[in-house]
């Protein structure tokens, strides 16, 4: 059975840090570029990031970009989301997501392109 688990998430202080990451089961990572999204109370789900996995091409939203940093651990078939200098707006639950080809291109950032999800994890950034 094809399944991403995401764990790491918690309540944390504005300008503090978490890492979440994303295993996979039943299936390697080796061949499957992997997103991360997140959605918080009342909103759309949206792209957070993306990984490839052959070439290792990185993507981020522009309200990350330089705060979080993706990367991959192909041997622990498990990817992982450094989140650094976290906001009260990063507050969601974050999801881990398979695309079925190895580029994440560039429409990454479209929820309807991932075959397989995660059931998420909640990041809480509050004093």
């Known amino acids: 059975q094809l399944q991403l688990v995401e764990s790491g998430g918690g309540l944390v202080q504005p300008g503090g840090s978490l890492r979440l990451s994303c295993a996979a089961s039943?299936?390697?990572?080796?061949?499957?570029?992997i997103g991360w999204f997140r959605q918080a109370p009342g909103k759309e789900r949206e792209g957070v990031s993306c990984?490839?996995?052959?070439?290792?091409?990185?993507y981020y939203a522009d309200s990350v970009k330089g705060r979080f940093t993706i990367s991959r651990d192909n041997a622990k078939n498990t990817v992982y989301l450094q989140m650094n200098s976290l906001k009260p707006e990063d507050t969601a639950v974050y999801y881990c997501?398979?695309?079925?080809?190895?580029?994440?291109?560039?429409?990454?950032?479209?929820?309807?392109?991932?075959?397989?999800w995660g059931q998420g994890t909640q990041v809480t950034v509050s004093s």
């Open positions: 039943g299936f390697t990572l080796d061949y499957y570029a």
């Open positions: 997501a398979a695309l079925p080809h190895w580029a994440c291109g560039s429409s990454w950032y479209r929820r309807y392109e991932y075959d397989y």
């Open positions: 990984i490839s996995s052959r070439d290792g091409s990185t």
